[in-house]
């Protein structure tokens, strides 16, 4: 799965980032990369939570893709969702 993410520009070069799926190299859990989509050497950031990926991964997969295989995504979606989730954890566990 790859999509552009209206609204997170870079911190670079202000093109829009870049979701992407990635797996870890040890562990081989799925993450949500973002990644600068000009130049992948300006930005690369990773969301790890389990629950929120699958979650995410949930929603994703029950929404018909946009264009062939890519999928929008809305980055406020997924910036609220993760704060939510992540507040759920309690204080210190950001």
Same mark, same amino acid.
């Given at each position: 799965?790859?999509?552009? $993410?209206?609204?997170? @520009? ?5 093109? @829009?980032?870049? #979701? ?9 859990? @799925?993450? $949500?990369?973002? $990644? ?16 929120? #990926? ?5 929603? $994703?997969?029950?929404? @018909? ?5 890519? #999928? ?23």
């Amino acid at each position: 799965m790859t999509s552009i $993410v209206q609204g997170i @520009p870079c911190l670079i070069c202000g093109d @829009p980032l870049t #979701v992407r799926t990635a797996r870890g190299r040890k562990s081989g859990k @799925p993450f $949500v990369m973002l $990644v600068c989509g000009r130049d992948g050497r300006h930005f690369r950031g990773f969301i790890t939570d389990q629950t929120y #990926v699958s979650e995410l991964f949930t929603r $994703v997969e029950d929404h @018909p893709a946009v264009g062939g295989s890519k #999928v929008e995504l809305d980055a406020g979606e997924i910036l609220s969702r993760h704060s939510k989730t992540s507040s759920k954890l309690g204080d210190g566990d950001g």
